[in-house]
Every structure is written in C-alpha cells, then in structure tokens.
C-alpha cells in the first residue's frame, strides 16, 4: 500500500459505473427483456454516433449505483461490431467503466503515471458523461487485460 501522500495523489475512483456487454445487432431487445426478467430496470436508451456507432442501453442493478451497458452496433465500422466479429460472431464482454470523480483529473493521473490511453483528451459519452478509454495493455509492468472505460457522470450521486 502506498503512503497517504500517494494516495492523496490519486483521483477520486469511487465505483464500478457499468459492465459493457456487446450484443448482436437486432438482439438488443431480446437481451433487454431477459435483463428485466432478473429484476434490472431499464434507465437510459441513447443511439451514439461519432467514433461509438452504437445503440446502448443503461440497466440499473438494484439500488446501487452498478449499471450493466448493453451495446448493439450500428454499422459495421462500429468497434462493438468489429469485437464482436472478433469473438467468431458472439457478444459478450466489452470493458469495465469506473467512476470518478473528475474525468480530467485522472486522465492526468494517469497519463503521468504511464498508463496508455486510447483517447487524445476525455470527451463526451452518453448520458452527460465525461469519458475516456484505456488499452487492455495499459501498463507494460501490470497490463489489465480489458479494456477500462473511466466515466465521470455528473447527475450520479457520489459514492465514495
């Protein structure tokens, strides 16, 4: 464990926001449904453009702050459509997204602590999000193995 004053150095990580799950197209809402027949509740739908090329929907778990993200590409150029060419055609997981606090202070972090990031600068995601990606081999030393997503969602309560 590091000393307090590394720790203060570190930015304010507070939960799990969401597990990305990638979904063929046209099984989004038979994945929805099965999702709700376990209790979840739907809480956002978005189509996001840009480099994203998805259809998401948010599910809430329970009464915490933990969401699972269901991601259906749009087009074949899609990076959720390419991955799940990858996996022989198959959905599956996508990344893990952590919130912070202030998405710019841990890009900073991390950036200075040698951490490879996919993202020039953090930029806007869904919901009002401030986002940026991590590479799957993010630290030479400790690569993670899967690909991190860091959200800073600003109507989320804080949960420390």
């Given at each position: 464990m590091g000393s307090a004053e590394d720790m203060a150095a570190v930015?304010?990580?507070?939960?799990?926001d969401h597990v990305a799950i990638?979904?063929?197209p046209g099984e989004l809402e038979a994945q929805v449904n099965a999702y709700r027949k376990l209790g979840f509740r739907e809480v956002h739908r978005e189509e996001v453009y840009g480099g994203d090329q998805v259809r998401e929907v948010l599910l809430a778990?329970?009464?915490?702050?933990n969401l699972i993200q269901l991601l259906e590409p749009l087009t074949a150029d899609s990076?959720?459509?390419?991955?799940?060419?990858?996996?022989?055609g198959r959905g599956?997981?996508?990344?893990?997204?952590?919130?912070v606090r202030s998405a710019q202070a841990a890009?900073?972090?991390m950036k200075e602590a040698g951490f490879?990031?996919?993202?020039?600068a953090p930029r806007k995601g869904s919901r009002g999000t401030t986002v940026f990606?991590?590479?799957p081999k993010s630290r030479q030393d400790a690569p993670f193995g899967f690909l991190m997503e860091v959200v800073e969602d600003p109507h989320a309560g804080q949960t420390a």
């Amino acid at each position: 464990m590091g000393s307090a004053e590394d720790m203060a150095a570190v930015p304010g990580f507070l939960c799990i926001d969401h597990v990305a799950i990638a979904v063929k197209p046209g099984e989004l809402e038979a994945q929805v449904n099965a999702y709700r027949k376990l209790g979840f509740r739907e809480v956002h739908r978005e189509e996001v453009y840009g480099g994203d090329q998805v259809r998401e929907v948010l599910l809430a778990i329970g009464n915490g702050p933990n969401l699972i993200q269901l991601l259906e590409p749009l087009t074949a150029d899609s990076p959720v459509q390419k991955l799940i060419d990858r996996n022989g055609g198959r959905g599956g997981f996508a990344h893990i997204a952590f919130r912070v606090r202030s998405a710019q202070a841990a890009f900073n972090y991390m950036k200075e602590a040698g951490f490879q990031i996919i993202d020039k600068a953090p930029r806007k995601g869904s919901r009002g999000t401030t986002v940026f990606f991590v590479h799957p081999k993010s630290r030479q030393d400790a690569p993670f193995g899967f690909l991190m997503e860091v959200v800073e969602d600003p109507h989320a309560g804080q949960t420390a």
